[in-house]
């Protein structure tokens, strides 16, 4: 198996993302998992690693974190792509993303990306909604994925065919 995509998603939009890339680089040779489900897994045979994770009052999820250091030392080792959904764009979204991960992983990564995000109202329960409102001014279910740093991840992660084969 040559990818494994490490995710976690609190309205599904990371888990669409991450099936999007998985779809991109090619299902056949991607392995998907929700941190949130599992438990230990060997990164050793997988070439290279994604991980993904969403934005929520500034801070991505605790058990990405936690991944990231746990697993620094053999990140390093492999072909890494990173990647956060966030609602704000721009300079917000920049450090949100430079808090979200560790500098050694960013510096470290093949591609590094900033997908957006969606406000799905119907999937929020009664506190987020009002957080929403109050904070971003949003009422009702919105869409800022950014399609283009979805599709230019995915070809940054593509493994080229004659590196494939040395394995
Ligand atoms: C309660 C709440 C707080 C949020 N806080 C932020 C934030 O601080 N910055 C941001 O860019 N987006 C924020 N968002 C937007 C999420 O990052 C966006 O909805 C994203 O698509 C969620 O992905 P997920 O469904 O995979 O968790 C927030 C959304 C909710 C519901």
């Known amino acids: ?39 230990f897994i060997d990164l050793s045979p997988f070439k290279q690693i994604i991980i993904g994770g969403s934005i929520h009052a500034g801070m991505i999820q605790n058990c990405i974190k936690d991944f990231c250091i746990k697993n620094s030392a053999i990140l390093l080792e492999k072909r890494l792509g990173l990647f956060i959904s966030c609602f704000y764009e721009g300079e917000t979204a920049q450090s949100q993303l430079e808090k979200a991960y560790p500098e050694i992983l960013r510096k470290h990564a093949v591609s ?53 084969q040395t394995k």
Do not use: W
């Open 1 to 39: 198996m040559q990818t494994a995509i490490f995710y976690v998603s609190k309205h599904g939009t990371t888990e669409k993302t991450a099936l999007k890339i998985r779809h991109g680089i090619g299902v056949a040779n991607t392995q998907l998992f929700n941190l949130r489900n599992s438990s």
């Open 112 to 164: 590094c990306k900033i997908m957006g995000g969606e406000m799905l109202m119907e999937s929020m329960n009664f506190f987020e909604k009002i957080i929403v409102k109050k904070v971003a001014g949003i009422k009702q279910s919105e869409s800022r994925i950014n399609q283009e740093n979805i599709e230019t991840f995915i070809n940054e992660m593509s493994i080229p065919k004659h590196r494939d």
